[in-house]
């Protein structure tokens, strides 16, 4: 049972990232999804999360009308689309599942800075 996240690295402020989450493992169609962010000094924070028909989203008012999350349970995988990113979005972001309790990926680091 696991979860690998991928698509972090440095980005200029206004620029876009996708992060991706691999799951495998459980049986990923029937999960509900969720990205958290954790910026040094703080702590772990919701950022987006999705049912698993992909129909129902939520959003945390910080990243509402730039972040959209995302899933192919074909794929298994569970995207993060960060667009217009902000200094203030630089965390580490770690996509989770509640399987057999909580189920945390190894974190991928976003900077955003000039």
């Known amino acids: 049972v696991q979860l690998v996240e991928s698509g972090g690295g440095l980005v200029q402020p206004g620029g876009s990232l996708r992060l991706s989450c691999v799951a495998s493992?459980?049986?990923?169609?029937?999960?509900?999804m969720k990205w958290y962010r954790q910026a040094p000094g703080k702590g772990r924070e919701l950022v987006a999360s999705?049912?698993?028909?992909?129909?129902?989203?939520y959003y945390v008012d910080s990243v509402k009308g730039r972040f959209t999350i995302s899933r192919g349970n074909f794929e298994n995988t569970v995207y993060l689309q960060m667009n217009k990113l902000q200094p203030e979005d630089t965390a580490v972001y770690y996509c989770?599942?509640?399987?057999?309790?909580?189920?945390w990926g190894q974190g991928t680091q976003v900077t955003v800075s000039s």
């Open positions: 989770n599942a509640f399987v057999y309790g909580n189920l």
């Open positions: 493992g459980f049986a990923f169609s029937t999960y509900p």
């Open positions: 999705i049912d698993s028909t992909g129909r129902n989203t």
